[in-house]
């Protein structure tokens, strides 16, 4: 199949801005790959870009002002789509021009070998299959086709999701319960550090469960966006309506690095007490969700230790 490139209902303004985001996407990647020995980079490719969800529907009353431009970037070689390091240098890029008003959206950029789509295609893997069906080429190659999606049976989709839900929800589960231990032993980094993994797992669990996909990324921000596009409930979890609200789910948000490489992190006994019950109620959200999608019993709330 091929992907679909109508982009007429885009308003002119945006449709202008996604040709510059293209731009300079081609730009640093063509600058990243200049002069490299290795094959996978010396011949890699880009062979599509394509938006998705939001802004390639057509409902543009449902899509909120300066929602994030969602773009999938299929390249030629799986080592190419696994070089986070290479592909590092495109999206600071891209942040730069968002952050110094050269273009208007920030940038949500996935990227994956074609052999990668078509395989998870064939699968009928929800993620994919939505993009090759709804999403809007921006680019494509020459005599680029893909695997004609395959609808997963209703089954087997319970099955999958319940066995990624197996693990990213135990794994978020012990990372609470180690925050919940290291808050009461008055370690309050190594409890932030691991309040943001539960979070991390909690989001990545919504996601893998209901689409068997998430992104490849730590950063929570760009997590909890995604995880909420999906499911709206979950921004019950995080409010950031107050300076206080904000601040508290940054210092998570900044714990993965600043305390695994920093000597000066800081965060308040209110700020952590505050950030472990909205994780407390990220966590239960999710599984309540994931119970009812998946036919799950939601796990009872005296399985997780308490801060004294």
């Given at each position: 199949?091929?992907?679909?490139?109508?982009?007429?209902?885009?308003?002119?303004?945006?449709?202008?801005?996604?040709?510059?985001?293209?731009?300079?996407?081609?730009?640093?990647?063509?600058?990243?790959?200049?002069?490299?020995?290795?094959?996978?980079?010396?011949?890699?490719?880009?062979?599509?870009?394509?938006?998705?969800?939001?802004?390639?529907?057509?409902?543009?009353?449902?899509?909120?002002?300066?929602?994030?431009?969602?773009?999938?970037?299929?390249?030629?070689?799986?080592?190419?789509?696994?070089?986070?390091?290479?592909?590092?240098?495109?999206?600071?890029?891209?942040?730069?021009?968002?952050?110094?008003?050269?273009?208007?959206?920030?940038?949500?950029l996935d990227v994956e070998s074609l052999e990668r789509i078509n395989a998870a295609l064939a699968e009928g893997v929800p993620h994919f299959v939505s993009i090759a069906s709804q999403g809007i080429a921006l680019y494509q190659s020459e005599g680029l086709r893909l695997q004609s999606p395959h609808r997963m049976p209703a089954p087997d989709r319970i099955a999958a999701g319940r066995a990624e839900y197996a693990h990213w929800y135990a794994r978020a589960t012990d990372f609470l319960n180690g925050a919940a231990f290291y808050q009461w032993q008055g370690n309050a980094p190594m409890a932030a550090l691991l309040l943001h993994q539960?979070?991390?797992?909690?989001?990545?669990?919504?996601?893998?469960?209901?689409?068997?996909?998430?992104?490849?990324?730590?950063?929570?921000?760009?997590?909890?966006?995604?995880?909420?596009?999906?499911?709206?409930?979950?921004?019950?979890?995080?409010?950031?309506?107050?300076?206080?609200?904000?601040?508290?789910?940054?210092?998570?948000?900044?714990?993965?690095?600043?305390?695994?490489?920093?000597?000066?992190?800081?965060?308040?006994?209110?700020?952590?007490?505050?950030?472990?019950?909205?994780?407390?109620?990220?966590?239960?959200?999710?599984?309540?969700?994931?119970?009812?999608?998946?036919?799950?019993?939601?796990?009872?709330?005296?399985?997780?230790?308490?801060?004294?």
């Amino acid at each position: 199949m091929m992907l679909r490139a109508d982009a007429d209902h885009i308003p002119a303004p945006v449709h202008k801005e996604l040709l510059r985001v293209a731009t300079i996407l081609f730009e640093e990647f063509e600058e990243t790959t200049k002069g490299r020995c290795s094959k996978h980079l010396r011949a890699g490719r880009v062979l599509a870009l394509v938006l998705h969800r939001p802004h390639a529907g057509t409902d543009w009353g449902e899509v909120a002002p300066g929602e994030a431009f969602r773009l999938l970037v299929i390249v030629n070689y799986p080592r190419l789509a696994r070089s986070d390091r290479d592909w590092r240098h495109v999206r600071d890029r891209l942040r730069r021009a968002w952050e110094l008003g050269e273009i208007t959206h920030q940038v949500r950029l996935d990227v994956e070998s074609l052999e990668r789509i078509n395989a998870a295609l064939a699968e009928g893997v929800p993620h994919f299959v939505s993009i090759a069906s709804q999403g809007i080429a921006l680019y494509q190659s020459e005599g680029l086709r893909l695997q004609s999606p395959h609808r997963m049976p209703a089954p087997d989709r319970i099955a999958a999701g319940r066995a990624e839900y197996a693990h990213w929800y135990a794994r978020a589960t012990d990372f609470l319960n180690g925050a919940a231990f290291y808050q009461w032993q008055g370690n309050a980094p190594m409890a932030a550090l691991l309040l943001h993994q539960a979070c991390e797992h909690s989001y990545q669990c919504i996601l893998w469960s209901l689409t068997l996909h998430g992104p490849r990324t730590h950063a929570l921000d760009e997590l909890r966006e995604s995880a909420e596009m999906l499911v709206g409930r979950l921004r019950e979890a995080w409010p950031r309506e107050t300076p206080f609200e904000r601040r508290a789910f940054g210092c998570i948000r900044r714990a993965y690095v600043e305390v695994r490489y920093g000597r000066r992190y800081r965060i308040s006994r209110e700020e952590l007490a505050w950030a472990m019950d909205r994780t407390r109620t990220l966590h239960a959200l999710v599984a309540a969700h994931c119970g009812a999608e998946l036919e799950l019993p939601t796990p009872a709330s005296d399985e997780l230790c308490r801060a004294s």
